[in-house]
């Protein structure tokens, strides 16, 4: 998760993970099953806006990862209108044949894609992930033994960049420089592949006999350390995405910026 970033903690971080979970998925599913391209540029807009002001990172910062966001609406909508089919041609040439209903339909899936992913980032900057482990064992009544694995898994991510990053610096020192072209490539990666491979699995093995010691494939109820309850931030984050999505039904009643409703 994103929430590693140094932020200031909003009432989004005090949501149960679990929860917030569940609200993310529900808002991917209306998106996915929205088709009135007026209400999803009114939610793109108060998405974006609900991740700036709720999620506590800085606006640099923001920007800076949103920054991709622009790439996946074009990309996602320029196949669509310029190679789409429709029945009032606005332009042709060769494979290129960009119409009304093409337009229509590659703004429709551009503004689905940044919703998707504005929902996506928002989750990611405001959960920690272990917290919503323990959330998930403690509420959605997920096996310990697969919720630990999970963790563990995280975990051991993080330690094979910090082991990369060791190697690199070793072959630094020791005056070890990477060749260029593909010969230099394949060199590169059968240096660091395999002392990488190597340590992750003696690393991997440690974890399951140290799980298997600790009984965590046991069903028997356990106690945790950290305990994940419920707050009155559920109520609002509740309130808050009905609250988005009636007034982007709304807006798009009132204010369309576009006259069709349906694009499918």
């Known amino acids: 998760m994103l929430d590693m970033l140094p932020g200031r903690p909003t009432w989004l971080h005090r949501v149960n993970p ?14 996915l099953f929205t088709h009135n391209i007026n209400v999803l540029i009114h939610i793109t807009w108060m998405y974006t806006a609900l991740l700036f002001f709720g999620s506590g990172q800085p606006m640099r910062r923001l920007l800076l990862i949103t920054l991709p966001f622009g790439l996946l609406f074009v990309s996602s909508a320029a196949s ?33 894609t940044v919703d998707a992913a504005l929902v996506g980032l928002l989750f990611a900057l405001t959960t920690n992930p272990v917290l919503l482990f323990y959330s998930m064992m403690q509420q959605l009544r997920l096996p310990a033994k697969y919720a630990y694995s999970f963790m563990a898994a995280i975990r051991l991510m993080g330690l094979s960049v910090s082991e990369y ?39 991997a093995q440690r974890t399951a006999v140290a799980m298997e010691a600790k009984r965590f494939a046991s069903a028997a109820a356990r106690t945790y350390y950290y305990r994940v309850g419920w707050s009155v931030s ?26 069709i409703t349906d694009v499918r």
């Open 18 to 31: 679990s929860f917030k979970l569940l609200i993310s998925m529900g808002a991917f599913l209306l998106v």
């Open 165 to 203: 990053r060791m190697l690199r610096a070793a072959f630094l020192v020791r005056g070890i420089k990477n060749r260029r072209g593909v010969r230099g490539f394949a060199e590169s990666v059968k240096r660091y592949a395999i002392p990488l491979l190597a340590q992750s699995i003696r690393r």
């Open 80 to 112: 669509m209108v310029l190679f789409g089919t429709g029945e009032t041609t606005w332009y042709r040439y060769g494979l290129i044949h960009i119409s009304e209903e093409s337009f229509f339909r590659g703004l429709h899936l551009g503004f689905k």
């Open 234 to 259: 559920d109520a609002v984050l509740t309130a808050t995405m009905i609250g988005i999505w009636c007034c982007a039904w709304w807006l798009a009643a009132q204010l369309p910026h576009f006259d």
